[in-house]
């Protein structure tokens, strides 16, 4: 099988979501007994999330005199790529992959995975499109996540997670509106950011693998989260939460969720009445009922076979 080269991006200011869905293609590809090469513009917290891997670390996206001829395929998650860079790396490779998000170029030959369902501009001709959320990339240990078989009758544990970099610094304030309304929960926090637990009842997490991603959204009863690459794996786990649109390029995904009723009523970051919804919206969360009725239609959604559906098609196997 050829080798996969992975070109993508995250950091402190970024964060971690490329990293995360491309982890999910790569242990897919290595488990098809294909090596993997990772092209990666980070820094020291992305090395921290990211190990044991083939990896160059540089920043590639504007300079296309770094990517040469290869026998394998490309895969590109980036929101910053040049076209020219693009165009070198879709004539040196076999075949190539794009992640998009937002229709943010007309890409070069390739397959270009948009897994939110909407119309692509008219002029975006030169790659084939394959748009619809059963593209939707899940890291493997959410590949076959089991589902959620009941509510608890109480909300015993909560999980707070603002992306890994929380770069709107929102996780201190959930917290206190969180412990406001459940002040007898155990507070699970997902953040790099996070040095020490805020109190007793409070267990921080870094750098956690899919492994133990997954393990802990099943053993949660509650989640409030980014709207990012998260809230499709809190969707397979059946795990009822509250959505935060923290970023502009989330927009697209948060929007479909709340048309497609997945996780409803979500907030954006920046809302005036941020406290008050979350407040309304976390004491309706009590409801073991109203849980089950999200939790059931998350896990319709959400199939989680996206990777494994490219890699198919891809490998033609």
């Given at each position: 099988m050829l080798p996969l080269w992975i070109f993508t991006e995250g950091d402190l200011q970024r964060g971690m979501g490329h990293i995360s869905r491309c982890c999910a293609y790569a242990h897919a590809w290595k488990q098809r007994g294909g090596d993997v090469y990772w092209i990666i513009d980070g820094d020291s917290c992305t090395q921290n999330f990211i190990q044991n891997e083939k990896i160059t670390w540089i920043c590639w996206q504007d300079n296309p005199a770094l990517v040469n001829k290869k026998n394998?395929?490309?895969?590109?998650?980036?929101?910053?790529?040049?076209?020219?860079?693009?165009?070198?790396?879709?004539d040196n490779f076999s075949g190539t992959i794009y992640l998009d998000d937002t229709f943010r170029l007309n890409y070069p030959r390739g397959l270009v995975i948009h897994s939110i369902p909407d119309q692509k501009p008219d002029d975006f001709i030169d790659a084939k499109w394959l748009i619809g959320i059963e593209w939707q990339p899940l890291r493997a240990a959410f590949w076959n996540a089991a589902a959620k078989k009941q509510a608890s009758d109480d909300i015993r544990n909560i999980l707070i997670i603002m992306g890994a970099t929380?770069?709107?610094?929102?996780?201190?304030?959930?917290?206190?509106?969180?412990?406001?309304?459940?002040?007898?929960?155990?507070?699970?926090?997902?953040?790099n950011n996070q040095d020490e637990p805020i109190y007793k009842k409070c267990t921080i997490y870094k750098n956690i693998n899919d492994i133990d991603m997954s393990q802990l959204m099943c053993q949660c009863d509650l989640a409030i989260s980014s709207a990012g690459q998260t809230m499709f794996e809190l969707a397979k786990c059946g795990l009822p939460s509250l959505l935060v649109c923290v970023i502009d390029n989330q927009k697209k995904q948060?929007?479909?969720?709340?048309?497609?009723?997945?996780?409803?009523?979500?907030i954006y970051w920046n809302d005036p009445f941020f406290d008050n919804k979350m407040v309304e919206q976390l004491t309706k969360m009590a409801s073991p009922i109203y849980r089950k009725s999200i939790s059931n239609n998350a896990q319709l959604l959400i199939d989680g076979q996206g990777v494994k559906k490219l890699i198919s098609l891809i490998t033609g196997s």
């Open positions: 394998g395929f490309a895969l590109v998650d980036s929101y910053y790529a040049s076209l020219p860079v693009l165009k070198r790396i879709s929380d770069i709107r610094k929102l996780t201190d304030r959930i917290f206190k509106l969180v412990i406001s309304i459940y002040p007898n929960s155990h507070i699970h926090i997902v953040s948060f929007e479909w969720s709340q048309k497609n009723n997945l996780f409803p009523n979500g």
